[in-house]
């Protein structure tokens, strides 16, 4: 063993990083023009758009992420990562578009549709900082997972480190006891502890040299063989990944039979059922989740819906297939991928809530913990197998992020400053740039001890550029100015007010007006009593037992329960804040404090009368949601129908390219327009579906049933 990883681990390792720095190398010796680097020449069939579009969307957050909210939240947890799902069907429509653009990246649409360079040059620098953040969420999701991987044992750790960790123990401990029955005393040692928040876990490694140690690797194979390196590197990375996805599971099962009683997947299936309490497996309105209701599921899908399109990512996907039917299968196909092994890792989520739910105190660390305890006794490298599958899911997306940018900084703002250089020149750019790209998300993760926070704040930022995009493609009538007023009024009431005021003024940030948060609500579940119930019922009595007799008359004995039985359990809400990004927390002198930055659209529909500390958190988000996404469009419509429309030829040669299907890469001169309009006497560019346009669309929604219904088949089988 070396740093907790056994010899064949690091064996499995060091052939899967040789192999993607071959491909790196030789597809570096390829490169003759701009293209090549930045779409790899156009030339990816449905195959590899299919995986480019799955290790796009599949990052090392996404198994570790899944496990971890379905670990503290049950099976609802799942929809962390399933928001996406509703909007698929809409890419069978969307990706042909991308294609038929013909252009490098998002950048170059603001600049061919709007006639404007510093339009472009805008979406590169903001497009640039989203991807960071987004692609930080990755590399903390990795390294976190490979410091479970490779914990000391305790006979190895320091003395602080021991004192740290029993400090962590007794958190543990009486986190896990119900609160109700705990001693005053108890009670203060809690929050004094969770204030201290002492680590559990001590690693061989530093967080902060994984993280750049993988940067490295990933800037050298990518910055040599661009798009052609990333695609091929996503076929066998998406192999990978489906292997991650499966692999544990069976692991799983068997350690449950092994300490439950029985054999094979349903006994285990059977066994999660019997010890877990019925609220575990709610996918709706789990107590857990209850803010996690339909209406917000909606709107959070229909935004992400809107805006992903709209992300630099994007177009590399769909712009590089060799024709608009690679693009649409392989993007749809990739997508609905990652949807299936979303799954399968809530499988791993929920059998870890039984077999390590008394063990693990930061869910951040259940995949790496699941690791090593189900597959390093095997003993023959599948814990190599499973990082280096970890670090497949990473870099899949950072080498398309890398090149999304690199090419966005290139064609919109380099050459914007230094033109007419040659090919050679800005393929040198675009790998300095994909490198500065990789170092600012590396350096942006080691700055957050926790960045799930950036990621929500990434997926709503491009409501930014959402109608521009939108109504650019769709509605002739919108013009450079419209874009430009709804761009800048939303990114400056939305994000640059809100951030600056509280810097200026920061007594707002305590203010009571802005720290008001929803009311408390208890709800109220009636389950079937399980063992599990009865043992938990045992240990509530004892710990009232233990409570000092002044402490006793003050509450009730717990009454005991039997096996069959209803059981009443009432959960209180916590109170959520309504203004602040980041929450509201209180400070030594026990004043509210609010973090992050205002939420202006809500702060002043309250100021306006409605009283949202009375509503669910969850629709005050869905309020808020649907102001950000409606806002831009409303803007830019008016805007648009005050002011002068483009030059008609402007818009004539752009619409003619939209209305020109992208079969192959043969000129768009030599090709003949396919496209018939919906409303042709109109300034809406709405095209009329062929069979295919329907088929495959209608096909897509029934795919996303046949997935919402395998959800409820894994939660429901053993029951």
């Known amino acids: 063993m070396i740093f907790g990883l056994s010899y064949l681990d690091i064996l499995v390792l060091v ?88 252009i490098t990246t998002m950048g170059d649409f603001y600049e061919q549709r709007y006639a404007s360079r510093k339009m472009a040059a805008t979406y590169a620098l903001v497009g640039t900082i989203g991807m960071m953040g987004l692609l930080s969420v990755g590399y903390k999701a990795v390294t976190t997972t490979a410091l479970a991987m490779t914990g000391k044992p305790d006979s190895e750790l320091t003395k602080t480190e021991k004192i740290e960790k029993e400090k962590a123990d007794r958190l543990f401990e009486l986190s896990n006891e119900n609160f109700t029955y705990l001693s005053q005393a108890e009670k203060a040692e809690l929050t004094e502890l969770r204030q201290e928040n002492p680590r559990a876990l001590f690693s061989y490694f530093s967080e902060d040299a994984l993280i750049w140690t993988i940067c490295f690797i990933v800037m050298f194979y990518t910055a040599l063989g661009g798009l052609e390196a990333a695609f091929y590197t996503d076929l066998l990375q998406g192999i990978f990944i489906i292997l991650l996805s499966i692999i544990l599971i069976p692991y799983a099962w068997s350690a449950i039979n092994a300490q439950f009683g029985g054999s094979g997947m349903m006994q285990a299936l059977s066994n999660l059922h019997e010890q877990l309490p019925e609220s575990t497996f709610e996918i709706f309105g789990s107590p857990a989740t209850l803010d996690f209701t339909w209406y917000f599921i909606i709107m959070a899908a229909l935004v992400s819906g809107m805006t992903v399109v709209a992300q630099p990512n994007q177009l590399v996907t769909a712009g590089a297939a060799k024709s608009e039917d690679a693009a649409r299968t392989g993007f749809v196909t990739g997508t609905f991928m990652k949807r299936i092994v979303t799954i399968l890792w809530g499988m791993v989520g929920l059998c870890a809530i039984l077999l390590y739910g008394g063990k693990i105190m930061n869910s951040d660390f259940v995949w790496g913990h699941a690791t090593t305890q189900l597959l390093a006794p095997l003993g023959i490298g599948l814990v190599g197998l499973m990082l280096a599958s970890l670090m497949a899911a990473l870099m899949s997306t950072a080498d398309c992020l890398m090149i999304t940018v690199s090419g966005l900084i290139v064609n919109n703002f380099y050459k914007y400053f230094f033109p007419n250089h040659s090919a050679r020149h800005y393929i040198w750019a675009g790998r300095i740039s994909g490198a500065i790209f990789l170092i600012g998300a590396a350096i942006i993760t080691t700055q957050f001890d926790t960045i799930l926070q950036i990621l929500k704040f990434i997926w709503e930022f491009f409501v930014v550029f959402v109608a521009a995009f939108w109504l650019g493609l769709k509605w002739r009538r919108s013009n450079q100015i419209s874009a430009w007023c709804s761009i800048l009024f939303t990114f400056t009431l939305f994000y640059l007010i809100p951030t600056i005021l509280p810097i200026i003024f920061p007594a707002l940030r305590t203010d009571p ?135 008609q030829d402007h818009l004539t040669k752009f619409y003619r390219k939209m209305r020109t299907r992208a079969i192959d890469n043969s000129l768009l001169k030599n090709q003949p327009v396919t496209e018939t309009l919906l409303f042709p006497n109109s300034n809406w560019e709405i095209y009329t579906w062929n069979k295919k346009d329907r088929t495959g669309f209608l096909l897509a929604c029934f795919i996303v049933l046949l997935i919402i219904g395998l959800l409820y088949l894994m939660v429901s089988l053993g029951s």
Not at 72 to 92: R, V
Not at 573 to 600: C, H
Request: glycine share 8%; net charge positive; no cysteine.
């Open 513 to 647: 007006n802005l720290t008001k948060q929803t009311e408390s609500r208890i709800v109220t579940r009636t389950y079937e009593v399980k063992e599990v119930d009865l043992e938990n019922r045992k240990n509530d009595i004892a710990q009232w037992e233990k409570l000092p007799i002044r402490e006793k008359e003050n509450i009730n004995k717990p009454e005991e329960l039997k096996v069959g039985g209803l059981n009443d359990v009432s959960y209180a809400m916590p109170r959520q804040a309504i203004f602040w990004s980041k929450g509201v927390t209180v400070t030594d002198e026990n004043k509210k404090y609010g973090r992050g930055y205002i939420y202006l659209e809500l702060y002043l529909l309250d100021r306006l009368g409605w009283d949202l500390s009375k509503n669910p958190y969850a629709l005050n988000e869905t309020i808020r949601l649907g102001i950000r996404l409606l806002f831009p469009f409303l803007l830019l419509i008016i805007i648009a129908l005050i002011t002068k429309p483009d030059q």
């Open 15 to 102: 052939l899967y990083f040789g192999g993607i720095i071959y491909i790196g190398v030789r597809s570096s010796l390829k490169i003759k023009k701009e293209e090549d680097y930045f779409l790899g020449g156009r030339k990816f069939g449905k195959l590899f758009s299919t995986f480019a579009s799955f290790g796009q969307a599949t990052s090392a957050d996404g198994p570790a992420g899944v496990a971890t909210t379905t670990f503290k939240n049950g099976a609802s947890g799942i929809w962390s990562s399933l928001l996406m799902l509703f909007a698929t069907p809409l890419f069978w429509i969307t990706a042909p578009w991308l294609r038929r653009l013909r």
